[in-house]
């Protein structure tokens, strides 16, 4: 019996990591001193905007950087898409979402060479159904 429990359970958290939709590019850019987020979103998927009020009900996308002593954050991370706003029924508030892809930036001041590691945090939905909130990990080596 625990080994058909064990069995669903590690199916259930395969599929749901399956079914991300969402493909992540992370990367530092030193001209602009900013780490960058970008996902491309599958079709008739959608991700919400940091704009949408957490009051609204669905989990606003979001950049979080791990402490780290040598990198000291500049001001709030930026999203430079501008979203589509709606009304969503589902929710029954006004939401801000992206399509087909998101980006966002979050400025930064490095101290010393060092490494930068974060997560994005999302909630992705289609026109039925949004499934449990993500976090996908990322590292960078910043020289």
Known sequence: MKSILAFVLFFISSWTFAQ????WNFHYDATSESVIAEGKIDAGWHLYS????E?????????????????K???NSIED??????FDKNFESTVYLFETKY???QKIKIKKPTTIKGEMHYMICDDTKCLPPISVPFTLEIN
Do not use: C, F, Y
């Open 20 to 23: 991300n939709h969402v493909q």
């Open 50 to 53: 940091q704009k949408t009020d």
């Open 55 to 71: 009051n609204a009900g669905p989990i606003a996308t979001k950049m979080v950087l791990l402490p780290n002593k040598s990198v």
């Open 73 to 75: 954050l500049i001001d």
């Open 81 to 86: 898409l501008e979203p589509h706003e709606i």
């Open 103 to 105: 980006r966002v930036h």
